[in-house]
């Protein structure tokens, strides 16, 4: 099994003092255990009836599309603050240090079709919030979320109450792990 928590480095003092900043982009520059990672999430949801994966920004768009292809599901990518060219569904969102549009493909999802949202960190859940909101108005059903790791601390579970949430890994404070 792999260990997973050590490849997530934590960064002191960022975006703001007194902050401990989780990076996850070490778990997917080893190809074993970003394979892994990815072996993991489809274990767990391959007999989910899932259409399609939204990932949310770079990390969930990065383990979203490889999830979506391993378990056969289509791949929608929610983008902050992006621009796109025929038009795009918005939500606005404010988190514990910045305020920011999530975007999409207003037909990137079928009314009715199953989703499955992918995040990389669940902190606050204001993003991730947005997402769904996101998701339900261009007419998907968001039957849960995933993500790499959650900052129990913050408490954004909370903001995603009814829906199912799941997290590989689990901080339960701000002590860097080692």
Do not use: C, W
Request: hydrophobic fraction near 40%.
């Amino acid at each position: 099994m792999t260990d997973f928590y050590k490849y997530v480095r934590s960064i002191p003092n960022f975006p703001h003092p007194e902050n401990l900043y989780r990076d996850l982009t070490p778990l997917f520059q080893d190809p074993i255990a970003f394979q892994h990672l990815t072996d993991i999430l489809r274990d767990k949801y391959r007999r989910k009836k899932i259409d399609k994966i939204i990932g949310i920004d770079t990390i969930g768009t990065t383990i979203g599309s490889a999830l979506a292809y391993s378990i056969g599901a289509g791949f929608v990518p929610f983008l902050k603050n992006a621009v796109f060219p025929t038009g795009s569904s918005n939500t606005h969102f404010t988190t514990e240090f910045s305020t920011g549009i999530l975007s999409v493909y207003p037909d990137s999802v079928r009314i009715g079709e199953r989703i499955l949202i992918q995040g990389s960190v669940l902190a606050t859940g204001a993003t991730s919030a947005a997402a769904v909101r996101l998701a339900d108005s261009i007419g998907g059903i968001v039957t849960g979320l995933s993500f790499i790791a959650e900052l129990t601390y913050l408490a954004g579970r909370k903001q995603l109450l009814p829906y199912n949430v799941d997290a590989l890994l689990t901080f339960r404070d701000q002590k860097p792990y080692f």
